[in-house]
């Protein structure tokens, strides 16, 4: 089975500052990984995602997330944080194996506070 | 403009009546998803299509149903057999149904059962 987990419900941090919302997952092969955003009472938003090769991806609006693949981790960061960056993020993965299904996380709240 | 539309944005029905959740992508993507999303609860995969006339079972597919009969329209019927209706519904699209991917969205519709 495949799972994924993000251990803060709410994560807090200054304008200007960087940010880092965390995400580690669980799969019994190698993991495809995505980063999604969600405005309220909007859909989500694809933000980036981690096929295979080079471990620090870059995606939409500044956002880039590494792969660790010893700490089964894929960390979502931004070097310096808006206010217009606050939302709800959301990890998801889907095992390499094929199986169809996407597992997402529970969602990180990101306030940025001017 | 591109993208996928569910309407109406909010619905109100009263318990024990089906009520019908319209999606429409103009993606040309082949696989479609419903969602349901409850708060601290993330994402939970209702049924998904890979191709005009065949859909699976997700993982709380008990009380709804849905039809796949164009490529572009993927309806969801809440009926009255699900035991707790009010959530907020999402709709996705991806261009295949392999495992890496993306998904997009809809924008969502909020249901409300009284």
């Known amino acids: 089975a495949q799972s994924v987990a993000q251990p803060e419900d709410q994560v807090n941090v200054a304008e200007g500052n960087p940010l880092t919302v965390k995400c580690t997952y669980s799969?019994?092969?190698?993991?495809?990984l995505f980063w999604y955003v969600q405005y309220p009472n909007r859909g989500l938003q694809f933000l980036l995602k981690?096929?295979?090769?080079?471990?620090l991806v870059k995606g939409s609006y500044g956002f880039e997330a590494e792969f660790n693949k010893s700490q089964t981790s894929f960390h979502l960061k931004k070097p310096s944080a808006l206010v217009s960056d606050s939302a709800l993020y959301f990890c998801?993965?889907?095992?390499?194996?094929?199986?169809?299904?996407?597992?997402f996380g529970t969602g990180t709240k990101l306030q940025v506070i001017p | 403009d591109g993208g996928i539309t569910q309407s109406p944005k909010y619905l109100f029905r009263k318990e024990g009546q089906n009520v019908t959740l319209s999606c429409e992508q103009n993606?040309?993507?082949?696989?479609m998803y419903w969602y349901r999303q409850d708060p601290g609860q993330g994402l939970r995969l209702i049924y998904y299509?890979?191709?005009?006339?065949?859909?699976q079972k997700g993982d709380i597919a008990e009380g709804y149903s849905v039809s796949r009969e164009k490529k572009e329209s993927f309806p969801l019927t809440v009926t009255s057999a699900q035991k707790n209706p009010t959530a907020f519904y999402l709709c996705?699209?991806?261009?295949?149904?392999?495992?890496?991917?993306?998904?997009?969205f809809g924008p969502g519709t909020r249901l409300t059962v009284t």
């Open positions: 996705a699209s991806s261009i295949g149904s392999d495992p890496f991917y993306e998904q997009y």
């Open positions: 799969v019994s092969g190698n993991p495809y």
């Open positions: 981690y096929i295979t090769g080079d471990n």
């Open positions: 998801a993965v889907r095992d390499q194996g094929g199986y169809q299904k996407v597992t």
């Open positions: 993606l040309n993507h082949d696989a």
């Open positions: 299509s890979q191709i005009v006339n065949d859909f």
